[in-house]
């Protein structure tokens, strides 16, 4: 079991920058690959990026590569989403998410559990 809390987010200009943080408790976080997720009002949650283990393996949704990027801190159970050149189109709610280690996909179903989510909203 692991206990996820996601911080960061907040009202920011078009071209700004956000960084999520996502500190996990309970259970060892390096068990875990982690994934960050988003969810537009009336949209599905879609999948935005993720990382192995052990941090070495990432991947990105391609609205997001080059802008967005993903790393960990396993000596802090963290997970990071560093954002910029952020577009109004960003505006969501950002969840993280847990899954097992080797596991550094898109499937939402591949992860166990969530945090509650920040709000992230961008103006033009």
């Known amino acids: 079991q692991v206990q996820l809390v996601e911080s960061g987010g907040g009202l920011v200009q078009a071209g700004g920058s956000l960084r999520l943080s996502c500190v996990a408790s309970g259970r060892a976080f390096s068990s875990y690959g982690m994934g960050w997720f988003r969810q537009a009002p009336g949209k599905e949650r879609e999948f935005v990026a993720a990382?192995?283990?052990?941090?070495?393996?990432?991947s990105y949704a391609d609205s997001v590569k080059g802008r967005f990027t993903i790393s960990r801190d396993n000596a802090k159970n963290t997970v990071y989403l560093q954002m910029n050149s952020l577009k109004p189109e960003d505006t969501a709610v950002y969840f993280c998410?847990?899954?097992?280690?080797?596991?550094?996909?898109?499937?939402?179903?591949?992860?166990?559990?969530w945090g509650q989510g920040t709000q992230v909203t961008v103006s033009s």
């Open positions: 990382i192995r283990w052990s941090g070495k393996r990432t």
């Open positions: 998410a847990a899954s097992e280690p080797y596991y550094s996909g898109s499937d939402l179903h591949e992860y166990d559990y």
